[in-house]
């Protein structure tokens, strides 16, 4: 007499549960694993690349006013300045977004943000960027009134003009996520003779510092 095998409903179940979690387990790994080659595709090119931040170089720098009135202590201003920006990578483009630049004298803000239009950088390529920056009533400290008399007394004058905004690197037709940028450029100014004069501005070139 042969014998006969049986298996029970419960024990069939258990199986194809067991079948079903190896299965799951498989997609889970081939995931994973397609996964974490992008990420290294994507951590080679990065390395071998290796971008360089873009250089910034202040051009021109022409304060058409600059006044301070009291007792309000508030101030009046109007800049125009040109900038040169510069990428310097041979392989990496980059897209500048959300761009605001603003002056500021002894640590204190004399003008409003102003936007500048988003633009894409090729390789090595090089861009003029101006802006127009306005003050109109913009609220200083007590101390700012003085140290613009002193510094006409000196004959000098030292400001900065900031730039802040996101970057993307572009690869091929990869492009990163935004990175975050600044750059802070300090302008030496001559009140020239007489010390009275409104109208100030300099086209010496300055190199900026850039922080990603």
Not at 6 to 26: E, F, N
Request: charged share 15%; net charge positive.
């Amino acid at each position: 007499m042969s014998q006969v095998l049986t298996k029970s409903p419960k024990h069939c179940a258990k199986k194809g549960l067991s079948i079903d979690h190896k299965h799951y387990k498989k997609l889970i790994y081939a995931f994973s694993t397609f996964f974490l080659s992008i990420l290294s595709l994507i951590f080679l090119v990065w390395v071998i690349l290796h971008p360089s931040k873009p250089h910034f170089s202040l051009k021109e720098v022409n304060i058409n006013q600059l006044n301070i009135s009291a007792p309000h202590n508030l101030v009046n201003s109007s800049i125009q300045l040109t900038l040169l920006s510069n990428n310097p990578n041979k392989k990496v483009g980059i897209y500048y977004e959300n761009l605001q630049v603003y002056a500021s004298y002894k640590g204190q803000q004399i003008s409003v943000d102003t936007s500048l239009p988003p633009f894409y950088q090729e390789h090595e390529e090089t861009n003029f960027l101006s802006a127009d920056l306005v003050g109109n009533g913009m609220p200083v400290g007590p101390s700012l009134g003085y140290e613009v008399g002193r510094d006409k007394i000196a004959g000098k004058l030292v400001m900065s003009l900031k730039v802040s905004g996101r970057i993307r690197w572009k690869v091929g037709t990869w492009v990163s996520g935004q990175n975050r940028f600044n750059v802070n450029c300090v302008a030496t100014i001559d009140f020239g003779s007489p010390v009275e004069s409104s109208s100030l501005s300099t086209k010496q070139g300055t190199q900026c510092s850039t922080i990603v």
